[in-house]
């Protein structure tokens, strides 16, 4: 059946509109934070792996770091444990890290390598025990209660931050034209393991790689003024302001750190994109529009 004349327009104004940006990122390296709804919708999860293996076939390097807390939560509650929270941090006992160790490192990474293989890419899935990538540190957890004159320090057992970063197996896997995907997960110089929160290893892998862009998935449309209004392309003076001023709060304060520590050490942008629209991804890069916050230093 002949493509009609307004689709066919249609379609060459979508691959023109993406001509400059093809251009512009072609061996640059973009890391991509996945998690939200995008990892839970069958329909969304299709739509980022067409995504990523495009990105790479049109020349672009995405490196995917994914998270799974919802993941967890249900393996967890199948073997009878009970998960627990501190101010929104998951407490995590070496049973427990044995868990998110399996779910992370295994079910979830391997699912999204598939979802990209099957696609046509050529995924490779690893830990940051892998290859030596992330070093982790115990995190040191701090709890201010009202009623306290100076913070307390609370174990919550595994759960760690970045020490350092070595990119030797990413930089040999993206060489290979292979798309690491990453979970999570650090080793700390005691040898122990360490749940890190998934945001902060794509800021730090996007510093260490020298990335082009960070590109972080939620489950908003972005940073909101006070009037509900999607705010893009912000400056990252701005961003302190709008932090300043109680207008960026609550669960966005993280993402928001996040991508501004990324700026500030030289990612070029950094973008918090909605995941529940199809393809967010792509319109992100791809297109003039968007779909979500831009940061640039």
């Known amino acids: 059946m002949p493509i009609k004349k307004s689709s066919a327009h249609n379609i060459a104004s979508v691959l023109t509109e993406a001509l400059p940006y093809i251009q512009r990122f072609q061996g640059k390296t973009i890391v991509i934070k996945y998690g939200g709804n995008a990892m839970t919708d069958e329909s969304l999860k299709q739509g980022f792996a067409r995504d990523v293996v495009l990105m790479k076939l ?24 009970e998960s627990r929270f501190i101010d929104g941090m998951r407490v995590t006992d070496c049973e427990t890290m044995d868990i998110v160790e399996m779910v992370l490192g295994g079910l979830v990474n391997k699912e999204i390598v598939n979802l990209i293989n099957m696609q046509g890419g050529h995924a490779v899935g690893l830990t940051g025990k892998d290859g030596d990538l992330i070093h ?17 320090i609370v174990d919550i057992g595994h759960v760690g931050e970045v020490a350092s970063i070595d990119p030797g197996v990413i930089n040999m896997l993206v060489q290979g034209d292979f798309i690491p995907v990453i979970a999570p997960i650090g ?7 360490y749940n890190i929160n998934a945001d902060l290893v794509a800021g730090k892998l996007a510093i260490t790689l020298n990335a082009e862009k960070l590109i972080l998935l939620t489950n908003t449309a972005g940073v909101l003024d006070t009037q509900g209004n999607l705010l893009t392309g912000l400056k990252a003076r701005q961003v302190e302001d709008l932090i300043e001023e109680g207008i960026i709060h609550g669960g966005m304060l993280p993402k928001i750190r996040c991508a501004l520590d990324a700026v500030h050490a030289g990612v070029k942008t950094a973008q918090i994109i909605d995941g529940r629209v199809e393809h967010a991804v792509l319109l992100e890069v791809l297109t003039d529009e968007g779909v979500g916050t831009l940061i640039k230093g």
């Open 58 to 81: 049109v020349g672009l390097n995405p490196v995917v770091v994914h998270g799974g807390g919802p993941q967890i939560g249900s393996m967890l509650a199948r073997v009878g444990k």
């Open 136 to 152: 982790a540190r115990k995190l040191q957890f701090e709890r201010q209660a009202p009623e306290m004159n100076a913070p307390e």
């Open 187 to 193: 080793v700390g110089e005691d040898g122990q393991s």
